[in-house]
């Protein structure tokens, strides 16, 4: 029993990451039709980004949060500006052409990210200072971390204001218009281009978010750790139903459960066979994933 | 490769003479290279196998795939294993690893058909993913070091090991593939994967069997890619795990990419830099992956369509007409439709709708926008299923079956937004009509297709335009292409939806003039229309739907006395112009 809560522990804890980085999947499949396979490497930049920015302030361990809060938000702020700047340079010229163009734009840039990286660190691991040693909530048989506690909290708080922005602001209502008709949202005002730069900009933010805690929590980062991640994330994304922003929350814990059951359970060398089986036989009996999407294909 | 010659003459040559020039050349070229270079040229030339194979179902289909090294590896594990555990001889592994492939293809392909296209592509880098895995965890396939000791191939009692022999077996493995593929490029099942690629929707309406389709260009393709999985075995004596990661599924996509969606010789040119550049980046290793996702990025930006793009075959089309179709033995009721009913969650489309054609007649459906008209078409049509209700074509009953089955029964139709595949030619979209008639697959086009396309262009005065892209035509002369194609198949009813929208009145009368050549012929012809004139002057009867429920049936001078129907829809004579019709563009 107390394993099982452990891994229940666990796997939410790595659901809030993925989560995260579903999210953008979601948003960004909304709004241009593209399964962004960047966006696993953006994921990779953001925890570079905050593993510099906690080396520049010279943390090197305990309970540093002024640095934390810091790293978290130089880390999204980078892949925010990152995202942004790809879909600008790289997908935006090709939103006439044929979607499988936009798609192998997107596999250019991925690698592209991940043999810059691989380049600037000489493909070696980085190791994370231990910031988040903040002692146990819970020890003994179930062990919980303030950490682990910290990063949940962090993810939901994120994921609020995401829900918060999509719904009650004029830029996330025209972004809700526009994954329904583009078309449509045009005529009636809506700046496409520019919305949709935004949305680059609001899902690679959360991404970021989401390397930097993936940072904290597992301490090692290297310039591959997004291809596996992003693979699950969306994974978890097409499970929620694309374009359904709460399915794919809902979906993205999930998918951590899985996959921190099944590594615990089975074995860790099968869980990504778990998981891909999953959504192959999700899809095949709900070809709209578990809660059904939210955007209509266009012929 | 060769100089640029004037494009016309280059396409001929290519088409005629360019692949035995390129075997020779390959050849002269095996004679000259030493062994590095030998093992790099068959290496590009197991790499042009794979593209060969993806260029099945990415390029033609255009189903993307984005774990193609998957079938590479079953390949590979099937003949590794047979020749390594069973002392199988490399001929006999061969059969053995392609139907291992067909069987892996049919598991992947048939659960996912109904799948967009992007899901597809992620449960296709899945399915990967998992060969890849289960073949790393697995004990009887050698786990992390796969599989060694795998003995050279052995051809008249020699044993094939040096690197110029292996050269000219890859180069002979792929000439059998690519005349295969050829072969394959001719058949009927090639120009419905092309329309299944420019719109699936369309495709099943007018006769192709869709979902059949699409599962064989995965099973095809899989069992062409799998050929080079023993071929690669046996080059290097080991199958190893590592290299059949998403990587290797990327760089076989980008084969076809590279070169040209559905382009033979651009999958040769795709091979080429793939295996090449890197050889020739050696020297700079660290940068080279770096390199190579830029040079993908500015291929995708500066030349999205590839190096050397498919260019559609001109159709050979019957200098004269040939002979006349046999005459559709049509008389008394084709279409009899009863009590036909849908409804969306708790909205009722259509109610209890009662329709009737016999041979020859024209019976148009009239009601303001959104009365259901469109949504009973497409009850009609298996397009989506009724709630309730009967539909009869020519004494069958056709109700729920898929869309290219009612088509094969003889029910054609057109689409209120026009629905053409674009990237074909004229000829091309018409032959597609042809399906409903005859659906065989693996044959070439017969003389009886070429007649029917050539008579159906000429009834509707397109032949001229017989080798220009869909896509180019002016509006008129879509909605006249449409009406082609869906009389390819010799329809025994018509459904055309909204036939005039956007006509001028020229258009609107030649159109009038087509609709009555076409119910001359004994076909039933049902119309949606917002042209009233144009409704009463060809119809010999009127249905007219207000919120899913008829208001009135009967003659057209009938129709225009009826009050209610003057209320609803018609309106009262002293509107400003009885004859304009608001119409909501969609």
Not at chain 1, 60 to 86: H, R, S
Not at chain 1, 265 to 285: C, E, H, K, P, Q
Not at chain 2, 552 to 579: C, K, M, N, S
């Amino acid at each position: 029993m107390s394993e099982f809560v452990q891994y229940l522990v666990n796997g939410l804890t790595i659901g809030a990451f993925l989560a995260l980085i579903a999210l953008g999947y979601s948003m960004i499949y909304g709004v241009v039709r593209l399964i962004n396979f960047a966006h696993g490497d953006v994921f990779m930049i953001g925890a570079f980004a905050g593993f510099g920015t906690l080396t520049t302030l010279g943390v090197t361990g305990g309970t540093a949060l002024p640095a934390i809060v810091a790293a978290v938000a130089v880390g999204a702020l980078t892949t925010g500006v990152v995202g942004t700047g790809i879909a600008r340079a790289a997908y935006v010229p090709l939103l006439a052409s044929p979607r499988l163009a936009l798609l192998i734009a997107a596999i250019g840039v991925s690698l592209a990210l991940q043999e810059g990286v691989k380049v600037l660190t000489d493909a070696r691991f980085k190791s994370y200072p231990n910031t988040l040693d903040g002692g146990q909530i819970l020890s003994g048989s179930v062990r919980v971390t303030w950490g682990q506690l910290a990063l949940v909290v962090l993810s939901v708080a994120l994921m609020a204001g995401l829900w918060l922005f999509v719904t009650r602001t004029m830029t996330g209502t025209a972004m809700r218009a526009l994954a329904m008709d583009r078309d449509a949202a045009r005529l009636q005002g809506v700046n496409v281009e520019r919305l949709i730069l935004v949305t680059f900009f609001v899902g690679s933010l959360l991404a970021g978010a989401a390397g930097v805690m993936y940072g904290l929590y597992y301490t090692q980062i290297s310039f591959g750790m997004g291809f596996l991640i992003g693979l699950r994330a969306f994974t978890a994304a097409v499970l929620g139903g694309i374009g359904n922003l709460p399915g794919t929350m809902v979906a993205g814990v999930a998918i951590g459960l899985v996959q921190s059951f099944s590594a615990g359970y089975v074995s860790s060398r099968w869980t990504d066979v778990i998981i891909f089986g999953l959504l192959i036989a999700v899809l095949a009996f709900r070809p709209t994933g578990l809660f059904g999407e939210r955007v209509v294909e266009r012929a | 490769m060769r100089a640029r010659v004037e494009l016309g003459r280059a396409e001929q040559v290519v088409r005629y003479g360019g692949w035995p020039s390129l075997v020779v050349v390959a050849l002269v070229a095996g004679q000259a290279m030493d062994d590095y270079g030998l093992t790099v040229g068959a290496t590009i030339l197991i790499y042009a196998i794979l593209g060969l194979g993806i260029n099945i179902v990415v390029g033609y289909a255009g189903l993307l795939d984005l774990g193609f090294a998957a079938f590479f590896a079953i390949g590979a594990y099937t003949a590794g294993l047979l020749m390594v555990e069973l002392e199988w001889n490399f001929w006999l592994t061969l059969p053995a690893a392609v139907a291992a492939a067909a069987v892996a293809g049919v598991v992947i392909g048939y659960p996912t058909l109904r799948l967009r296209s992007d899901y597809l592509a992620i449960v296709t880098l899945g399915f990967g993913e998992i060969i890849r895995i289960t073949v790393i965890n697995l004990e009887v396939t050698g786990g992390p070091n796969g599989l060694t000791g795998i003995p050279p191939v052995t051809l008249g009692g020699r044993e094939i090991v040096m690197p110029r022999d292996f050269y000219h077996l890859a180069l002979a493995f792929f000439v059998v593939v690519l005349a295969a593929t050829a072969l394959l490029a001719r058949t009927r099942l090639a120009y419905a994967w092309r329309a299944v690629r420019a719109d699936d929707t369309a495709a099943e309406a007018v006769g192709v069997p869709t979902r059949r389709v699409k599962l064989l260009a995965y099973v095809l393709g899989a069992m062409t890619g799998a050929v080079a999985g023993p071929l690669n075995a046996a080059q290097l004596g080991t199958v190893d795990p590592s290299s059949f990661t998403f990587l290797t599924s990327l760089m076989i996509l980008l084969v076809v990419i590279i070169g040209g969606m559905g382009s033979r010789p651009g999958v040769v040119i795709g091979a080429v830099v793939i295996v090449a550049l890197p050889e020739v980046l050696r020297e700079v290793q660290e940068y080279r992956g770096l390199f190579f996702a830029l040079l993908l990025i500015l291929i995708v930006l500066l030349r999205p369509q590839g190096v050397w793009p498919y260019r559609p075959r001109r159709f050979r089309l019957p200098a004269g007409a040939g002979p006349a179709p046999e005459p559709v033995s049509a008389t008394g009721t084709l279409l009899e439709v009863a009590g036909l009913s849908r409804s969306f969650g708790g909205v009722t489309a259509v109610a209890d709708l009662a329709l009737r054609a016999d041979a020859g007649q024209v019976v148009s459906v009239i009601g303001p926008n959104g009365a259901g008209k469109t949504t009973a078409f497409n009850c009609v049509t298996g397009l989506i299923p009724p709630s309730a209700g009967t539909v009869v074509l020519a004494g069958r009953d056709v109700r729920g079956r898929a869309p290219h089955r009612v088509a094969a029964a003889g029910l054609a139709r057109t689409f209120q937004s026009i629905r053409l595949f674009d990237e074909m030619t004229v000829a091309e979209n018409v032959l597609i009509g042809r399906f409903a008639r005859d659906r065989r697959l693996l044959r070439p086009l017969s003389r009886a297709d070429l007649d029917a396309v050539r008579r159906c262009l000429d009834f509707v005065g397109l032949l001229d335009a017989a080798d220009r892209p869909a896509g180019g035509l002016a509006y008129g002369d879509r909605r006249r292409l449409e009406i082609a194609r869906a009389l390819a198949g010799d329809p025994r009813v018509l459904l055309l939806d909204e036939p005039a929208a956007g006509a001028n009145p020229t258009e609107k009368r030649a159109l009038m003039g087509l609709i009555a050549r076409i119910s001359a012929l004994g076909t039933a012809v049902v119309l949606i229309e917002h042209d009233v004139a144009l409704v009463m002057s060809i119809s010999d009867r009127v249905t007219v739907l207000e919120h899913g429920r008829t208001i009135a049936v009967g003659p057209p001078a009938e129709i225009q006395e009826d009050q209610r129907v003057i209320a609803a829809y018609l309106g009262v004579p002293d509107d400003p112009d009885p004859d304009l019709v608001p119409e909501v563009p969609r």
